[in-house]
């Protein structure tokens, strides 16, 4: 079988291998990879700025989001031959910490955790991968050409649980909901959002290619004027922040009205500085009662309700965010940026294309 593997080290990081099947383990599936979604975190581990290899190994499985078939589930494994399964990504430190060892290993306070595809374990960007059933999730059989969105689903489902649970702290009844980044991220926290009946409005800089009429297909408003504009148009009680780009980021922690929440997702480069005025900040943030949370990965809670989101979304709508669909021997190019890309996927099963 065939995976895509990553060498750091090496002038040429990225490589398709020829590796042998892999055996399961007892109680473990054995799955065909079907697709492997995309992101900027491979591209990070593939320059070398991010995650970890196995021990005593110079390479590792790329890939985190995942969407394969069960070939061979053990009896009892809850799976059977041909179901749709998604593998979770992160795995519990070994100590482990409080928060693992209650099941929110996405909240590990240790960062000893592992990841498939990421740090330390193979990922999911191989024609064949096996896993443990626990830590895999059954899909929607219909969800078979976007389940790939799965992954970046569970990280949004979490995103919207942290909104919840921080609004709870109080009286609560959002309406308006402002998503900034019309990226994967962004474009399924806004699905979340109009799933909640919320009024979604989203905010990107590009004005032509699929994001804007993505948007609106869905019920919801797309912006490209400044931010600051945006802000008090909108008035948004929420603030998901998917760019990661530090002038949105505390241009959104100022202009929510009170009890406003603002939720970071985007991961920023260290270093570009902007001049902030932070006394003003602060006293905004705590005359408002306002909460600036951050927010990334996901545990099994998550994956649930993020299967549960994409099997009630439209299915047209979903497949329109992968913008393309690249074969596994064309790896390379599913790892560069395209100008109209939101959501790339490797197709691992050529004969399914
Ligand atoms: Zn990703
Ligand atoms: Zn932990």
């Not at 110079?58 to 053990?74: I, K, N, T």
């Not at 990421?118 to 969800?143: H, M, N, R, S």
Request: hydrophobic share 40%; glycine share 12%; net charge negative.
């Amino acid at each position: 079988m065939r995976a895509v593997t990553v060498s750091p080290d090496r002038e040429d990081p990225l490589e398709v291998r020829e590796l042998p099947e892999p055996e399961p383990g007892p109680g473990e599936l054995l799955v065909q990879g079907l697709a492997l979604g995309v992101c900027g975190t491979d591209r990070e581990i593939i320059s070398g700025g991010h995650g970890a290899l196995p021990e005593g190994r110079d390479w590792l499985v790329l890939g985190h989001e995942s969407l394969g078939r069960v070939r061979r589930a053990p009896e009892g494994s809850g799976f059977a031959e041909g179901d749709l399964a998604v593998g979770v990504v992160r795995r519990p430190d070994p100590v482990p910490c409080g928060a693992c060892a209650r099941g929110e290993f996405d909240m590990c306070r240790n960062g000893r955790y592992t990841e498939r595809g990421i740090k330390a374990i193979d990922g999911f960007g191989a024609q064949a991968w096996t896993i443990e059933p626990e830590y895999a999730v059954k899909l929607d059989p219909g969800l078979e050409r976007v389940g790939v969105l799965m992954e970046p689903t569970t990280v949004v489902a979490k995103a919207w649980e942290q909104i919840e649970r921080v609004g709870g702290r109080s009286w609560f009844d959002p309406r308006r909901v402002l998503v900034t980044g019309a990226g994967p991220i962004g474009m399924l926290a806004a699905l979340l959002g109009k799933q909640r009946g919320l009024d979604v409005h989203v905010l990107d800089r590009v004005t032509e290619g699929p994001k804007p009429p993505l948007v609106r297909d869905l019920g919801a408003e797309y912006h490209t004027e400044d931010i600051e504009r945006v802000m008090s148009e909108v008035d948004p009680d929420i603030v998901i922040e998917a760019t990661g780009a530090a002038r949105l980021v505390f241009e959104a922690m100022a202009g929510t009205p009170a009890y406003g929440i603002v939720c970071l997702t985007g991961v920023s480069p260290a270093g570009r500085r902007i001049t902030v005025d932070a006394g003003s900040l602060n006293r905004d943030i705590v005359l408002e009662n306002d909460a600036v949370v951050g927010s990334v990965n996901a545990n099994l809670r998550h994956y649930r309700q993020a299967a549960d989101a994409l099997a009630a979304a439209d299915r047209a709508w979903l497949e329109r965010i992968i913008t393309r669909r690249v074969p596994i021997d064309r790896a390379q190019e599913a790892f560069t940026p395209q100008p109209d890309d939101i959501k790339a996927v490797l197709a691992l099963d050529p004969s399914a294309e």
